[in-house]
């Protein structure tokens, strides 16, 4: 685990571990905090965040989390970690997969390099935008789907009760205008479908031809 992970995810523990807990653990828990407080390699941990991507005002919480254990945070070997994190996050490559995933950009890059790390963070933001609307189309078709087979059976078995002997009058009436609403709905989910299957196949080409137009490009 790297130094920047382990500083982070002991404090989490630290904290975690206050609930419920007598005054010498309290004093074990804060002796231990402050040790990984001073122990912190203030340069990897802003190198980490740097390859990350993270924003500048990260450094505060590390400085909010070791103040009470009087421990002063580095922020010049931070910030000289952060800048030879951020030349290597800041390649195209990285922008792109950032984009791809959904994930979005701090503004964090330095003047010479945000230009082409934006536009490769733009081109894989499309790519994800495609992507869900693929998704969220083809969930769409699904569930129609699903509620046309579902209204089916509903409608089937609404039908054997109202011819059922065991039935009353009043029953049959309720279960009649039951049949009438449940076969309208499915009248109307049916015929959304074949809209809903154009709408598919045009978000699947358009994600095609997008990703057609990005071939070569957002490889370094």
Known sequence: MSSARKFSFLLILLTLSA????EEERMRREERAAAACRATDWWALGMEDGVKGLPSDQFGQYRRECAPYGVTANIMAYLDGRDEGLRE????RNGYRAG?????YNNVCPP???????????DGMGLYER???????RN?????????????LIIADKTTGMISPSTTMEGRINLGIELKQLTQEKVEVERSIPQIEADLNAAQSDLDSYRN????????
């Open 89 to 92: 996050y800041c390649k195209p």
């Open 213 to 220: 137009s990005l071939a070569g490009r957002n490889s370094s």
């Open 131 to 137: 992507r869900m609307a693929v998704q969220s189309t």
């Open 19 to 22: 609930c419920g807990e007598n």
């Open 112 to 122: 010479e390099l945000e230009p082409a790390f934006s536009q490769a963070h733009a």
């Open 100 to 104: 791809s995933e959904g994930r979005r």
């Open 140 to 152: 769409r078709l699904n569930q129609a789907k699903q509620r046309a087979s579902d209204l089916e």
